[in-house]
C-alpha cells in the first residue's frame, strides 16, 4: 500500500500555544476553554482537511516536518469532541486537559 503525504501549515492551535509559551498567565486568562476548543478544532480541520475520518494508515506531514498517522489525527478528533463536551459542561480545566493532549498527538515532540 502506498503512504499519502500531505504538507500542512501550523494552524490556530499552534499560535495560540505559542502565545501561551511567551506569557502562560495572561493567555490562559485572556482564552477561556471555548477559545481553545475552537482553535483546537480548527487545528484539526487543517490537518484532516475537514473529513470526519481520516485512513488510519494515512501519513500526514506538517509544515514542520512531523509525520503524523491518520489513527493519530482521527484520536485527536475524539479528544476535541471530549474538550467541547466537557467545556459545554462547566469543566474548564478539564477541557483544557483535553486540548493540551490533542496538541501533544498534532505536535509531537521532536525524535532524537
Given at each position: 500500500?502506498k503512504?499519502?503525504h500531505v504538507?500542512?501549515?501550523v494552524g490556530?492551535?499552534?499560535w495560540?500555544?505559542?502565545?501561551?509559551?511567551?506569557?502562560?498567565?495572561v493567555a490562559?486568562?485572556?482564552?477561556d476553554?471555548?477559545?481553545?476548543?475552537?482553535?483546537a478544532?480548527?487545528?484539526?480541520?487543517?490537518?484532516?482537511?475537514g473529513?470526519?475520518?481520516?485512513a488510519?494508515?494515512?501519513?500526514?506531514v506538517?509544515?514542520?516536518?512531523?509525520?503524523?498517522?491518520?489513527?493519530a489525527?482521527?484520536?485527536?478528533?475524539?479528544?476535541?469532541?471530549?474538550?467541547?463536551?466537557?467545556?459545554?459542561a462547566?469543566?474548564?480545566d478539564?477541557?483544557?486537559?483535553y486540548?493540551?493532549?490533542a496538541?501533544?498527538?498534532?505536535?509531537p515532540?521532536?525524535?532524537?
Amino acid at each position: 500500500m502506498k503512504t499519502k503525504h500531505v504538507v500542512l501549515g501550523v494552524g490556530s492551535l499552534g499560535w495560540l500555544l505559542l502565545i501561551a509559551d511567551l506569557n502562560p498567565g495572561v493567555a490562559m486568562a485572556a482564552t477561556d476553554c471555548g477559545a481553545q476548543v475552537r482553535a483546537a478544532q480548527a487545528e484539526w480541520r487543517s490537518l484532516s482537511h475537514g473529513r470526519a475520518q481520516v485512513a488510519p494508515s494515512q501519513t500526514i506531514v506538517t509544515s514542520d516536518g512531523q509525520r503524523l498517522s491518520g489513527s493519530a489525527i482521527n484520536y485527536g478528533r475524539m479528544l476535541v469532541g471530549q474538550a467541547e463536551s466537557a467545556c459545554d459542561a462547566g469543566h474548564g480545566d478539564e477541557a483544557i486537559a483535553y486540548v493540551r493532549e490533542a496538541l501533544d498527538l498534532f505536535h509531537p515532540a521532536p525524535r532524537h
